[in-house]
């Protein structure tokens, strides 16, 4: 038991570096090392934990989704309103994680095998929220319809929240709220 208790305290230790390091230096500027020192762990316990910096990178980003997540649990009790909500509250509440993730999934997603199916295994995921959602919300749509239209707002939101991050007086939310209505008419 307190072998686990310290290898939870160790994965959160990495974790909370990993955070800290991504905020302030951005993904170019940490490293496998920095991680280590700043979570004061050897090389070999961080990779009993992760895979590499990149997992450890992606596993911060995904508790940030998470912690916006209008249905944790995956209940599908989450509305398209809800999911739009969630998507802008990342960009705009988390914007150094969201940025690196946009950075990781644009940039090297398009390079790195690895790291590009990781990003369109979430993608996949985050159309299949949206469409049952949508169909929830308008049974009279076929599977394909609600695919369709959760790809194109997901697109929108995406291009939306590069222009968010890159403008900060940007309003994200207005222009996804006017995005939800031209894409649900």
Do not use: C
């Amino acid at each position: 038991m307190a072998r686990y208790r310290v290898g939870l305290e160790t994965r959160e230790r990495i974790l909370d570096a990993t955070r800290r390091l991504v905020s302030e230096l951005g993904v170019e500027g940490v490293t496998l090392k920095a991680i280590t020192d700043e979570a004061t762990v050897g090389a070999g316990s961080f990779y009993n934990l992760f895979d590499s910096k990149e997992a450890a990178i992606f596993e911060v980003v995904h508790e940030a989704i998470e912690a916006v997540d209008p249905d944790p649990a995956g209940a599908g009790t989450d509305t398209l309103d809800e999911l739009v909500d969630a998507f802008v509250a990342f960009i705009t509440d988390a914007g150094p994680i969201a940025r690196i993730y946009l950075q990781l999934a644009l940039g090297r997603g398009l390079t790195d095998e690895a790291i590009g199916a990781r990003t369109l295994r979430s993608h996949r995921r985050r159309v299949e929220r949206f469409a049952d959602a949508w169909q929830r919300e308008d049974p009279s749509l076929s599977e394909a319809q609600a695919r369709a239209l959760a790809e194109t707002l997901l697109a929108g939101l995406t291009g939306l929240g590069i222009t968010s991050l890159l403008d900060p007086d940007f309003d994200m939310r207005a222009h996804a709220r006017r995005l939800l209505e031209q894409v649900d008419h």
